[in-house]
């Protein structure tokens, strides 16, 4: 078996085992054979005809060196190969790269490292002096050439492939280094045909480097393109996994959305793996591309790990802001199970499978709502009604189960219902809709706070409150169980927008069915918890028996409640102002004054005329306490769209998509804040990150352009751009880098530590185009 | 976010379907695909026709230099003589299509096989790939092995050393020797698979 090189720089892993194909034997060794061929009359004064010529070109210098001899050139139809390198005069102990350059006819092509179903990699066999050491021939990502039903892997017009030699220390300058060998290699078009060239190149050794500007641009630029291990770049992992008819590839990128419509192409680096020509079926989602791969029908036994080149086409890449095309790795087979959690995060490609995968994700996604703050509240409160109900008949606690899931469905329903009917009706509308109305997070407020009010003892209503539906007092109404399905829901809502952003931005650009069914599973994973309680209500024995600890719980329990409506309060803050909050907080104090005298008399201890006092007491304390809420709810916020205050209101302009087209022409880099005055985390975002100082500093100090564009009376301009960037509502951040087309996008949650991080990567500010800016 | 179009994934999957009908590979250790092939004297030949003794069809194109290693070196010749002395049918069977690189008349065959000194059973002539594509030959040479029961019991290269030097001839491991020694001797085929190297089939 001979050495078999790697096609890459960093992996250098040799093949060992019975390989079937001697691949690409540049061999490390010298070469022991006898001197090369003499050449033919005819043929050394062609190569003196060219050394002349290139010594004129080189004008005046005594000597030629690094330039290539072509020779024996019969040998080699329909192309030609010459050795060349980076410097023609190189130190002792220092690299140089050298390049073996085969040109071939129009249509004419040879072959990877990989040839795939046809075809031979090049190889050279040297002929060195002792002085200078060799590796191994690094070959750029190749190319895909069909010949159905077969497929090749190769290069056409012109490949350089490159080796990475060392020339020994203690060399003496001026000494000459002659390396020769002999180069073969394979041609094909319909016709395949064995191609040699006795090749040949002196070096000169110096004191100082000096470039061979023959060879050296055309080095560089092939050395760039040579495929980047995919390690080293930031975000990127490639996982494999075994399928029934193959291997699927899990490309984790962030550049994922970017890429999800462009061709993807694996190349296996090694043979009997895979099916060279059959298709790579390609799927995509957030943050992952995956490719189907289908075994050879060669293969022995399956791959113990994938290695090879994915590649991209020429105008995209696997890294934003930089040209990498072609990627390396090796990835060990893992389970299929291993990498299918991964595999269940892309928000489809219109297959159905696929939209299976968002349905399941839609579902887990349902289920994490539980604990989100806004709903976890109410999860203690329903696991406190399970409690209650334990001693009850089992059927009735199914029946409850069923009934609130129904709630939780049918409001689902509801608001995929609404947002499909305002969609057809051409409104331009998101997700996170409901907190436009700070009315709305008022309401909700007062109610968690009452809530809590009620679970920490102040009054007793029973446990109606937290069935709302039996307002009447009515202990165990199914209506009551439906509306706290009903509630859970609605209460979910302002979480939702941040966590479920991509799952809904998948479902809006959906048909109807698509849509509703993505509700479904988001409302079925909702309410599984209950539905799993309530089915098996032996789960139920694991919870404690019912006795004074429930009391304790209970007050306990008001401390989320509390924390919730401090969390709305603050909600509230921030789209109404300080008044705003003050005129909320007053309306809870009356709502605590309504609960404390609702609880110090109690119902079945007063008399007709105290009863009467008390009760309209408490009726207009809360009938106060609501106008107050309401009124408070009519602030205007402060700081509602836009701009923010003082200096860095100034920086930002407002967006329209001709400006950005502007701005990204003239090469600037440009950040869009998508906003609305509604929007929770939106508002925080702009508070706590960017329009603090540190994020100013930066944008400034980088010369980045600021947008806002304000969403808040639903602009149609600003509703397309949001869609196309996969996204269905706000805050959406986008970064264009110079240059770039597509934008990064910063999480929705924004942190300084992100943005600052986001911007460090951009070049400082350049001179020329700002000052010729029109600001 | 628009993915895959449906009418793209339809025509992925019709091609998938066409790819894999028509090119449905013979798979080791199953029954061989039968065939009823013409040879270069136009007489008819039948897998079945061969049943209860060994064949190797071996793909082959002399215009192309991974053949042209086994043919110039003599070893293809050599190891025809050898198995078909011992009762093995070997067919020869050229795949390129009319107009393509390798395409053979009959006439033109008979010349070549008399020029090569070959020793195949005989030529047969493919040039619609009904064939080729019923085994799923990729290259030339690409070598089957069919027992007498008419199971596939190699598919695969020639050997171990997917080059066009003659040199390496002597130093590679030829995997159709040893399908069938072991065959012959009632043993398991150790190696029953391999990629074929060479040129494609010209189909």
């Known amino acids: 078996m001979v050495g078999v090189t790697s096609p890459f720089r960093s992996v250098a892993s040799p093949i060992t085992g019975d390989w079937v194909l001697g691949l690409g034997s540049a061999r490390l060794a010298r070469w022991n054979g006898t001197k090369a061929a003499m050449r033919t009359a005819k043929n050394m004064r062609f190569f003196l005809t060219i050394l002349l010529l290139v010594a004129l070109a080189s004008a005046g210098m005594a000597q030629v060196p ?24 190189v130190v002792p102990g220092e690299e140089v790269t050298l390049a073996l350059r085969i040109k071939l006819e129009p249509e004419w092509h040879c072959y990877w490292l990989n040839p795939g179903d046809a075809g031979m990699a090049a190889s050279i066999r040297w002929q060195l002096p002792e002085s200078i050491t060799v590796g191994e021939l690094q070959y750029p990502a190749p190319h895909y050439i069909p010949t159905p039903p077969l497929a090749s892997y190769g290069y056409e017009d012109e490949v350089l492939l490159l080796m990475d030699a060392r020339v020994a220390a203690g060399l003496k300058p001026g000494t000459k280094l002659e390396l020769k060998g002999r180069a073969d290699w394979l041609v094909c078009k319909e016709v395949c045909l064995p191609a040699r060239e006795e090749i040949a190149l002196t070096l000169t050794v110096g004191e100082e480097i000096e470039e061979n500007l023959a060879w050296a641009p055309a080095i560089a630029k092939t050395r760039a393109a040579l495929p980047t291990p995919a390690t080293e770049i930031e975000g990127m992992r490639v996982r494999a996994a075994r399928t029934e008819d193959g291997y699927v590839l899990a490309i984790e990128t962030p550049e994922a959305a970017a890429l999800a419509r462009q061709d993807v192409r694996f190349f296996p680096q090694d043979q009997q793996v895979l099916t060279h020509a059959a298709p790579q079926e390609r799927r995509a989602g957030p943050g992952l591309l995956t490719l189907s791969l289908v075994e050879s029908e060669f293969a022995n036994q399956p791959a113990e790990r994938l290695r090879g080149v994915l590649t991209l086409p020429e105008s995209s890449s696997w890294k934003q802001g930089a040209q990498v095309h072609a990627v390396t790795f090796e990835a060990p087979v893992e389970a299929l199970g291993s990498i299918a959690l991964q595999a269940a995060t892309p928000a489809g490609d219109g297959l159905s499978s696929t939209l299976l995968v968002v349905l399941v994700s839609a579902f887990i996604g349902g289920m994490i709502l539980n604990l989100m703050p806004c709903v976890f509240p ?90 709302l539906g039996s307002a009447g007092g009515a202990a165990q109404g199914y209506g009551g169980s439906f509306f706290s399905g009903v509630l859970a ?125 008390t009760r309209a007491t408490a009726i ?23 701009g923010g205050s003082g200096k860095s209101a100034s920086a930002w302009q407002t967006y329209s998509d001709a400006k950005l087209e502007g701005l990204l022409a003239s090469q600037h880099t440009v950040f869009v804040d998508f906003t609305a005055a ?47 960037l996969g996204r ?32 460090a990567d951009l070049p400082a500010k350049p001179v020329a185009p700002e000052t010729l800016s029109q600001r | ?60 194109n002399y215009g192309c230099p991974f053949v042209g290693k086994h043919y110039n070196s003599g070893n293809m010749q050599a190891l025809q003589k050898e198995w078909t002395s011992k009762g093995v049918v070997w067919l020869s069977v050229i795949s390129s299509r009319e107009g393509q690189q390798g395409y053979s008349t009959p006439e033109k065959a008979k010349t070549d096989y008399k020029a090569k000194n070959s020793a195949a059973t005989t030529v047969i002539l493919d040039s619609k790939g009904t064939l080729g594509k019923a085994y799923g030959a990729a290259t030339t040479p690409h070598m089957y092995v069919i027992g007498p029961n008419g199971n596939l019991l190699y598919n695969g290269g020639i050997d171990d050393k997917a080059t066009t030097e003659v040199a390496d001839v002597k130093t590679s491991k030829n995997y159709v020797s040893a399908a069938l020694t072991e065959a012959m001797a009632g043993k398991p085929v150790t190696m029953a698979k391999s990629q074929p190297y060479g040129c494609n089939v010209k189909y």
């Open chain 1, 66 to 89: 690094g330039t290539a001899a072509p020779a024996a050139k019969d040998s080699s139809p329909h192309s030609e190969a010459t050795l060349g390198a980076e410097f023609s005069t």
């Open chain 1, 378 to 467: 109410v999860l203690s409160l329903k696991i406190m009604s399970f409690v209650q109900q334990a001693g009850d008949d089992r059927a009735k606690i199914r029946n409850h189960g069923f009934v609130f899931t129904f709630g939780v469905l049918a409001s689902f329903w509801a608001l995929a219902g609404l947002l499909l009917l305002l969609r057809a009706g051409g409104s331009q509308l998101g997700w996170g809709f409901q907190l436009q109305s700070p009315a709305f997070v008022a309401f909700v407020a007062l109610l968690i706070f009452g809530l809590g009010l009620n679970l920490a003892g102040v009054f007793e209503v029973g446990m109606s409150l937290t069935r």
């Open chain 1, 489 to 613: 829901t609605a209460v979910a809502t302002p979480c939702t927008a941040p966590f479920m952003g991509s799952a809904l931005g998948y479902a809006i650009a959906q048909p109807a069915t698509t849509s509703m069914l993505v509700f479904t599973a988001l409302g079925a994973g909702m309410a599984t918890p209950y539905m799993v309680l309530s089915l098996y209500p032996r789960m139920l024995s694991f919870l404690p028996r019912p006795g004074a600890w429930m009391e304790t719980l209970k007050q306990v329990l008001s401390f989320p409640l509390f924390a919730t409506a401090i969390w709305l309060l603050w909600v509230f803050g921030l789209q109404t102002g300080i008044d705003g909050a003050a005129g909320l907080l007053l309306a809870m104090l009356l709502l605590a004054i309504a609960g404390w005298i609702v609880g110090k008399w109690n119902v079945y201890a007063i008399s007709g005329r105290t009863r009467l006092v």
């Open chain 1, 620 to 642: 207009l304390a809360l009938a106060v306490g609501l106008g107050f809420a309401w009124n408070a709810s009519q602030q205007a916020a402060p700081t509602v769209t836009g």
């Open chain 1, 678 to 724: 509604w929007c929770l985390t939106c508002q925080v975002n702009k508070r706590t990150v960017l329009h603090r100082d540190a994020a100013m500093n930066a944008f400034a100090e980088k010369g980045v352009e600021l947008l806002v564009a304000d969403w808040t009376n639903k602009d149609p301009e600003i509703a397309a751009k949001i869609e196309s």
């Open chain 1, 728 to 759: 269905s509502g706000v805050p959406v951040y986008a970064l264009y880098k110079r240059g770039a087309r597509q934008p990064v996008l910063l999480p929705e949650i924004l942190t300084e530590g992100i943005l600052l991080e986001a911007l």
């Open chain 2, 1 to 60: 976010m628009q993915f895959l179009s449906s009418r793209s994934l339809v025509a992925l999957a019709l091609g998938v379907l066409l790819a894999t009908s028509a090119f449905a590979a013979a798979t080791v250790g199953q029954t061989a695909p039968d065939f009823t092939v013409t040879d270069m004297d136009g007489k008819t030949h039948k897998l079945s026709d061969f049943q209860g003794k060994y064949v190797v069809l071996e793909w082959l």
